[in-house]
C-alpha cells in the first residue's frame, strides 16, 4: 500500500508523461548507493577528461547515465560537505563544523532529520560504509567501551567506518558502536594534545617511517606512518591502510548481498584518494603518477567491485547509483608522496582553478553522476546547477518522503534534474572555503577579507582578497578575470543575495 502511494506520489513529483510512467511503474522504488570519494577533483577520472590514469567502471556509469558538470559539494574540506550532504542545510549556518579532529563529538544531533533517517522511514535499510569524519560520541569518547551517539543513532542501520580520517587517530575501525578486533587487555588511549609516555612519534623518529610528512603528521606511528594526533594501546585494532580498499569494499557487498531483497540505501564512502595515499600493492605503479594516482586506479576498482555486487544480485536496474566527491583535489596535503612531482600534464581539477581548501571553483566543483538503467538515459550530460545538499529533498521526493517545510533546509527537490530530464536546476547556491562565495547564473562573487590568498603548505590558491570578487564563470571558468570593478551593480546584487540566503535558508 504505502508502496504504491509512495510510486504515484514520486510520478507526479518528477512529472513523468504517460510512456516514461508505464515503464516506471515497472520498476520497485530503488535500491539508492551513493559512492562519495575524497578529495577527488573535477578532473581526476577519466569520463571528466583525465588520461593519464584509467577509470573504466567510473567511465560506465557516466556511459550507462548522466554526468553532471556543474555540481558542487558545499564546501571545499570534509566534515562540512558531509554534514550538508548528510542533513540537508549548509553547514557554515552552524558552529563548529570545520574539519574535525578525531576525538570531537558527533556534530548532528541525534533526532535531527537527515538524508538516512528520512530513506529509513521510507522502508529503506540504511547502511554506511568508510570514512565518517563528523564526530562520535557526545564528550570525551571512551574507544574501549560502546561508542555513542554516532551514525547508528542518526539513520544508519548499519556502520562500519574510518572514524575520522585515514590521517588522524584514533587509527582504528568502528563497527556499529564497537572498535574492530579490540584486545581488551591492550586499551585504546587517544590524545590530540601530546604524546603519550613511551609512545614513538614521527617528530622525534622518522627513520622508522615508510613514508614522510611534508607538514603536520608527525604524531602517533601507525603502520609505519606518522598522524595527526597520538595514541596508545589498541595494536590488535590498528588498520593497515593496503587493505582499506578491499576491508571496506567487502563490507559493502556484503551489505548489498544481504539486503538484496529489500529497498537499501547504501552510502559508500571511500577513503581514497585523502592522505596517507597507500594503495594496495596491485594498484602500485599502475599510473606512473605515485600513490595519487595509484589511489585513483583503487577507488576506480573499489567501485567496480560495488557495480559487480549488483549485478551479481541482479539489482543494477533497480538501484539509482551515485558517485561524487567531497571536495576538490590537492597534491601535498601533508605528506611526501610524490604526487605534485609526478603529476605531469594531468590536471586534478580539469580547467577550475584553485584545488580542495579553495574558493576558487576546483574546491567545490567535483563530478556527479548517476546511474539508473531505464530511467535516467545513457551517456548523458547535464549542465544543471545542482549541490550535494539537493539529495535529502531529491531522494527523500524519489521515495516518498517530502521533508517537513517546517525542517528549514537548504535542500531543494531536483528529483527531474537528478534524472537527466531537465537541466534547469538551482537559480543559485552557496560554495563555502572559509569565505562564502554565491553563484547565480553566470556570475560568482566571493565575499572578501576572509583570510590569506595562498597556502603555500599545500601550494593552493585560495580564493581569498580583502575585497570582493566577481567571475563570469561561464566565459571565464579558470576565474581569471577579476570583474568586480566592472560590474559594481552585479556585486551589489549577489552581495544582497548572500545576505538573504545567510537570513534564511528558504529564500
Ligand atoms: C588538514 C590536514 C590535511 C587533511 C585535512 C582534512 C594538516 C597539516 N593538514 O588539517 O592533511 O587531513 O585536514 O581533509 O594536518 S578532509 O578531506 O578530511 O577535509
Ligand atoms: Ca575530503
Known amino acids: 500500500m504505502a508502496d504504491k502511494l509512495n510510486r504515484r506520489w514520486f510520478l507526479r513529483q518528477a512529472g513523468l508523461g504517460l510512456a516514461a510512467a508505464s515503464g516506471l511503474q515497472a520498476a520497485r522504488r530503488p535500491n539508492i548507493v551513493l559512492i562519495y570519494a575524497d578529495d577527488v577533483g573535477y578532473g581526476d577520472i577519466g569520463c571528466y577528461g583525465a588520461s593519464a590514469v584509467r577509470t573504466p567502471n567510473l567511465d560506465r556509469i557516466a556511459g550507462q547515465g548522466v554526468r553532471f558538470t556543474n555540481a558542487h559539494a558545499t564546501s571545499a574540506t570534509c566534515t562540512p560537505s558531509r554534514f550538508s550532504l548528510l542533513t540537508g542545510e549548509y553547514a557554515w549556518r552552524q558552529q563548529g563544523t570545520g574539519i574535525l579532529p578525531g576525538d570531537a563529538p558527533l556534530i548532528i544531533p541525534p533526532g535531527k532529520l537527515t538524508l538516512p533517517g528520512i530513506l529509513r522511514s521510507a522502508g529503506y535499510r540504511t547502511g554506511v560504509v568508510g570514512k565518517w569524519h563528523l564526530g562520535l560520541g557526545a564528550g570525551k569518547i571512551d574507544w574501549n567501551g560502546e561508542i555513542t551517539p554516532g551514525p547508528n543513532e542518526i539513520g544508519f542501520d548499519y556502520s562500519f567506518i574510518i572514524p575520522a ?22 586499551p585504546i588511549s587517544v590524545s590530540y594534545q ?9 617528530h622525534d623518529h622518522p627513520e622508522l617511517l615508510k613514508m614522510a610528512p611534508s607538514h603536520g603528521h608527525d604524531g602517533a606511528i601507525v603502520n609505519g606512518v606518522s598522524r595527526i594526533g597520538f595514541m596508545r594501546g589498541g595494536r590488535q585494532a590498528r588498520w593497515v591502510d593496503e587493505n582499506f580498499a578491499d576491508i571496506l569494499t567487502r563490507k559493502a557487498t556484503d551489505f548489498v548481498d544481504a539486503h538484496r531483497s529489500v529497498p537499501f540505501f547504501l552510502y559508500y564512502a571511500a ?20 600513490p595519487r594516482g595509484d589511489s585513483i586506479a583503487e577507488l576506480d576498482w573499489c567501485v567496480g567491485r560495488i557495480l559487480d555486487a549488483l549485478e551479481r544480485n541482479g539489482l543494477t536496474r533497480d538501484t539509482l547509483l551515485l558517485f561524487s566527491s567531497d571536495n576538490g583535489p590537492v597534491l601535498d596535503d601533508g605528506y611526501r608522496d610524490q604526487a605534485v612531482e609526478r603529476v605531469g600534464t594531468h590536471k586534478p581539477a580539469g580547467v577550475y582553478r584553485g584545488g580542495k581548501y579553495s574558493n576558487f571553483e576546483a574546491g567545490t566543483r567535483v563530478p556527479l553522476m548517476a546511474r539508473w538503467p531505464g530511467q535516467i538515459r545513457a551517456d548523458s550530460v547535464s549542465p544543471a546547477l545542482v549541490s550535494q545538499v539537493d539529495l ?24 527531474p534534474v537528478l534524472l537527466g530530464r531537465t537541466p534547469r536546476g538551482r537559480d543559485s547556491l552557496t560554495e563555502y572555503a572559509g569565505a562564502l562565495a554565491v553563484v547565480q547564473g553566470d556570475w560568482k562573487m566571493i ?17 581569498n582578497s580583502p575585497v570582493p570578487q566577481l567571475y563570469n564563470i561561464r566565459t571565464d571558468p579558470a576565474e581569471k578575470m577579476d570583474v568586480a570593478k566592472e560590474h559594481p551593480e552585479l556585486v551589489t546584487r549577489l552581495s544582497a543575495l548572500l545576505e538573504k540566503i545567510k537570513r534564511s535558508p528558504k529564500d
Not at 577513503?271 to 605515485?290: K, L
Open 194 to 202: 601530546q604524546a603519550f609516555p613511551g609512545e614513538l612519534t614521527g
Open 392 to 415: 535529502l529533498a531529491t531522494l527523500g521526493a524519489l521515495t516518498g518522503q517530502a521533508p517537513p517545510a517546517a525542517a528549514g533546509l537548504d535542500s531543494r527537490n531536483l528529483l
Open 271 to 290: 577513503h581514497e584518494i585523502h592522505v596517507p595515499r597507500m594503495p594496495n600493492p596491485r594498484f602500485v605503479g599502475s599510473t606512473g603518477m605515485g
Open 165 to 186: 580520517t585515514p590521517d588522524r587517530v584514533p587509527c582504528v575501525l568502528v563497527e556499529n558502536h564497537r572498535v574492530v578486533n579490540l584486545d581488551p587487555a591492550d
Open 447 to 463: 565575499e572578501g577579507g576572509k583570510g590569506p590568498a595562498f597556502n603555500p603548505q599545500t601550494g593552493t590558491e585560495l580564493g
